[in-house]
């Protein structure tokens, strides 16, 4: 394999992560991620497109809106540049697979948004769920009809299993996780087992660090979203998943 590929995902990757800060930024507040220039959440000013560019116009804007001087968050070009990262990690391990590309790369596209809608408001919307269920369900009858039967009831069996720990302990897993568990296991299949094995040993060793430092009584007070814990998961899992699961059948 040659590098123009991952250079070319990179690059779109980059373009894609300044797209997913937007909808990460509007959906939640009901405004169009679709239409609608980009502009200074603090002066309004639009945003002029050679200061639109990702990664790049931070830097040399210095973090800061070139109308008003008001700070830029770093977390704008961290997920451009992580979001091209990642994809052109898919494009390196899963180039010789057309299914398990396009199903990552379509994966990764909907798990940025998740993740960082689910750290600022604590909801993972259906508006990002729904489709995201819908394009796994068409891409994997499409490009490996043979393979979906399997991915139906993986994720079948994720959704159900925590809407089961849902329904048992009110308030410590919300719907939105319930369906991004199913939703995982649409676009991994067998594979989303390690992915809630990794989400879940995540979580409590961010849990644990969170207590040590607050104690237990603070700790417990402390909201921790899953929806990031599951995106880590989901995306290891979609890189690695397939050959955990061929390893631990092998041994046991």
Known sequence: MTAMPILLAAFGGLLAG???????LRMPRGASFVTGSSHCMSCQSP?????????????????????????????????????????????AVHHDDTTRLALGLVLLAF???????????????????????VAAIALGTVLDPGGEVE??????AAGGAFLLVALAAPGGMGMGDVKLAGVLGLFLGAAVAPAILLALLSGVLVSAVVIARKGVAGGRKTAIPFGPFLAL????????????????????
């Open 18 to 24: 300044s797209f997913l800060n937007v909808v990460a």
């Open 47 to 91: 945003v002029k497109p050679w200061d639109n560019v990702p990664v790049l116009s931070w830097l040399l804007l210095r973090g800061r809106c070139r109308s008003c001087g008001t700070g830029i968050s770093g977390r704008y070009p961290l997920v451009e540049a992580g979001t091209a990262a990642l994809a052109a990690l898919t494009v």
């Open 111 to 133: 798990l940025v948004p998740m993740a960082l809608i689910d750290l600022e408001h604590r909801i993972i919307p259906n508006r990002l769920t729904g489709p995201a269920a």
């Open 151 to 156: 991915r139906l009831v993986a994720g079948a």
């Open 233 to 252: 998961g989901g995306f290891v899992a979609m890189l690695a998943g397939a050959g955990l699961m061929d390893a631990y059948l092998g041994t046991f």
